[in-house]
């Protein structure tokens, strides 16, 4: 099942060519979204990465983070809590915890956070995400949540080994299974 999925990923993703003057590649991952087999098997796949951690709670960035998490939650029987991106929306009404991410992938700073009610001191918390690059998303989430953080779960994982296995990200493929 996960391996007829992971070909599904492989098969409907492309890199679109920005043309003649860059030399860079954008991601076209909404082939994963218009494919319902991929949408029915992406929840229990990514879920199905952390077997012992009996997660009770998913949490994600948005953007793309708030379509895959739910499919996760929906998967594991629990709820989901999202964390928003200071600065890409009007301010959330609620008191929230925030924590600073220095550099994404883009090299951008960025805030996330989410309403502080919502995890609490005995919840083990899964973060999940469409991709992994630096893990700067991973890294400022498990800062977030603290003690509750069990790991991140993501369906590309690019980051260094050593990155990965420092903020305990698993993922259904890694950045040459996509290689242009
Ligand atoms: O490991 P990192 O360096 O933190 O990068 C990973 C992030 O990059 C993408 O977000 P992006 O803002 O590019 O796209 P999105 O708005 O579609 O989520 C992806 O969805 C992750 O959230």
């Known amino acids: 099942m996960t391996d007829?999925?992971?070909?599904?990923?492989?098969?409907?993703?492309?890199?679109?060519?920005?043309?003649?003057?860059?030399?860079y590649m954008v991601s076209d991952r909404s082939g994963w979204w218009r494919d319902p087999r991929i949408l029915n098997g992406l929840g229990p796949a990514l879920a199905g990465l952390f077997p012992a951690e009996r997660p009770t709670v998913v949490v994600s960035p948005e953007v793309t983070g708030f379509m895959v998490?739910?499919?996760?939650?929906?998967?594991?029987?629990?709820?989901?809590?999202?964390?928003?991106?200071?600065?890409?929306?009007?301010?959330i009404a609620?008191?929230?915890?925030?924590?600073?991410?220095?550099?994404?992938?883009?090299?951008?700073?960025?805030?996330?956070?989410?309403?502080?009610?919502?995890?609490?001191?005995?919840?083990?918390?899964?973060?999940?995400d469409d991709w992994a690059a630096?893990?700067?998303?991973?890294r400022g989430l498990r800062g977030l949540l603290g003690a509750a953080y069990v790991g991140t779960a993501v369906i590309v994982d690019e980051c260094p080994p050593v990155v990965s296995a420092e903020l305990g990200i698993r993922s259904l493929l890694t950045g040459t299974d996509l290689d242009p």
């Open 4 to 23: 007829d999925l992971r070909d599904l990923l492989r098969s409907t993703f492309r890199w679109t060519d920005l043309g003649p003057g860059t030399d």
């Open 94 to 128: 609620e008191p929230m915890i925030w924590a600073d991410i220095p550099a994404d992938h883009r090299g951008e700073a960025q805030r996330l956070g989410i309403r502080q009610n919502l995890v609490g001191d005995a919840d083990r918390a899964l973060v999940v």
């Open 69 to 91: 998490g739910p499919l996760v939650a929906r998967a594991l029987g629990v709820g989901f809590v999202e964390a928003y991106r200071a600065g890409a929306r009007r301010a």
């Open 134 to 138: 630096t893990g700067a998303q991973a």
